[in-house]
């Protein structure tokens, strides 16, 4: 369990195929205190941690994973969000966040609005019943507030906006339309809208 509050950005240091994808990820965490087995979110995928050694962890990508992440992440370079899981006691500074992927959506639109910098993201139609202006939606990684919706013949376009702090401790400061990026939807809408299809089928 997270919470979509990022506490360090990594980087994917090597990448090397066997079974499964090993992931190599730099990092400013005191890797003494990460235990093997430990779970930490890249760019809000859950991963479990397999190696470590000081400046660095290693996680496992499964083939489910690289099929429903966003295209491109895990190669060489590629900055990722890192989050700690939540410890009982922790602040809940975002919302809960569970580090599963439902879908990914594209930058279609990224201005300067204010003082923050305003991005909208084109997902498909299943991820449309569960945005909503106001609720909380997980890019990468990152707790964001939805700041407005509007439905498409291509699916939804999801607006947010970045402040500066988020930018500046985030990989989102250095996002370009036409990146794609990791979408989870609000646990709470996720049951809503469970509830809502069960009594339309009684």
Partial sequence: MFTGIITDVGTIAAVEPRGDTRVRVTTSYDTAGIDLGASISCSGVCLTV????????AVDVSGETLSRTAQGQ????RRLNLERALKLGDELGGHIVTGHVDGTGTIVDLHDEGGSKRITILAGPEIAPYMAEKGSITLDGISLTVNSVEDTPEGVRVGVNIIPHTADVTAIGAANPGDTMNIEI?????????????????
């Fill in 74 to 77: 895990w190669t060489e370079g």
């Fill in 50 to 57: 397999v190696d470590k050694a000081p400046g660095w962890f």
């Fill in 186 to 202: 609000d646990v709470l809408a996720r049951y809503l809208q469970r509830m809502e299809d069960y009594r339309a089928k009684r």
